[in-house]
């Protein structure tokens, strides 16, 4: 961005900033909240220009304009702070904006609602961490103990994580560095319980999905792999391969990603690449370990060989890769998508006890479901009464 861009974004923020502040005085259609929404939209169209979409990242409180730092001022900070109340950590602004959009920001910025939504060109990266007080179950999501587990990882080290994803959307390195510190440090609250499934705790709710998922889906493989025992480096490569898994989906247009309806033939296509796409990076980026490789590869494959990408007979699918085919289908049923809202825990597992030896790994499926019938005691008569 040059000097103008970063100029025009600065003004957008004291256009937003100003009408959050008016809105939360008046209301979120009065006409000066409407003038300056409109303002704050003119600067921003101008900051874009030659530009598809513009990431602002908040990092405690301050922000930065794709990687870059803003300067400190009083609306960049008061923004930031807007942000920070309600648990956003990151905004992307997608070509074809309207200033609408930029009012429905400000009306959620000081409005009581619990979750914020994205709209067609403005995508909220959210994240919220479920606390269960009791042991009782948070409104049907697995997680315990947050405040283990995440009292060892800030804020900063998620959005770093965010930017590395970022980075690599847009055609940069990837810098395993950093997966693998966060990875550490999951791996060492984890060793610190004699049942690993009390230091799961997924995050919700974040918009930028494939970010999410794939944190959810590494903590539900380590939990997978330290109930069988695995340790030390195989663990780290396991929840290192589970954070890149789904890496081939940076390759895929947003809005097919997002699409909240059906997808063509092509878009289909597009979708069923992402595994080649993500092993081909991969294989092209030093310390990224070989098992990343096969389990970018892999995961979409089922326990019978079908599912994609279509492979030679008698091939040998990885074990992890099998771990992972079942994280991600739990958390891919779990999370609210475009297209459908999360299926419950028990609708879930079932499913998974349904395609144990087929679509998955029957032993592991198995193993799957005892570990989470442990976060969910209320469905253990249920789901073994139904099958063992």
Request: aromatic share 6%.
């Amino acid at each position: 961005m040059n000097s103008d861009q970063f100029l025009a974004i600065n003004q957008c923020l004291r256009h937003l900033t100003t009408a959050t502040s008016t809105a939360g005085l008046y209301a979120h259609d009065h006409p000066q909240v409407v003038r300056l929404c409109q303002q704050a939209h003119e600067e921003l169209v101008r900051s874009m220009a030659g530009m598809e979409e513009m990431s602002l990242l908040r990092v405690d409180d301050q922000l930065a304009v794709e990687g870059q730092p803003l300067d400190r001022t009083l609306y960049t900070e008061r923004f930031a702070l807007l942000l920070k109340r309600r648990g956003i950590g990151h905004l992307k602004f997608t070509s074809g904006i309207a200033a609408d959009e930029l009012k429905a920001l400000c009306a959620s910025l000081v409005g009581t609602q619990t979750v914020m939504l994205s709209s067609r060109h403005l995508r909220l990266g959210q994240v919220e961490v479920r606390h269960r007080q009791d042991g009782a179950p948070d409104n049907g999501q697995p997680g315990v103990n947050v405040s283990e587990i995440f009292g060892v990882v800030s804020q900063e080290e998620l959005a770093r994580i965010m930017e590395i994803y970022e980075a690599v959307r847009r055609g940069r390195q990837l810098h395993v560095v950093g997966l693998s510190e966060i990875i550490a440090k999951f791996i060492d609250v984890f060793a610190q319980h004699a049942d690993p499934l009390l230091a799961l705790v997924p995050l919700r709710d974040m918009d930028e999905y494939t970010f999410t998922h794939s944190l959810n889906v590494c903590l539900l493989n380590l939990a997978q792999a330290s109930s069988l025992g695995i340790k030390d480096e195989l663990l780290n490569d396991i929840g290192l391969a589970a954070m890149l898994h789904d890496i081939g989906k940076l390759f895929v247009p947003v809005e097919v990603l997002t699409k909240p309806g059906a997808l063509t033939d092509d878009e289909w296509a597009l979708m069923r690449a992402h595994p080649v796409k993500g092993a081909e990076f991969l294989l092209g980026h030093a310390g990224v370990p070989r098992l990343a490789v096969i389990n970018a590869y892999e995961h979409h494959l089922r326990f019978d060989l079908g599912g994609y990408p279509r492979l030679r007979e008698g091939w040998q699918q990885n074990l992890v890769s099998q771990m992972t085919t079942i994280s991600d289908m739990y958390d891919a049923l779990r999370t609210r998508r475009p297209y459908r809202e999360p299926l419950s825990a028990e609708l879930v597992l079932e499913q998974i006890i349904k395609y144990e030896g087929t679509q998955l790994h029957p032993l592991l499926a198995k193993n799957f479901k005892n570990m989470m019938c442990k976060v969910h005691p209320e469905l253990v008569d249920k789901l073994f009464a139904a099958r063992v």
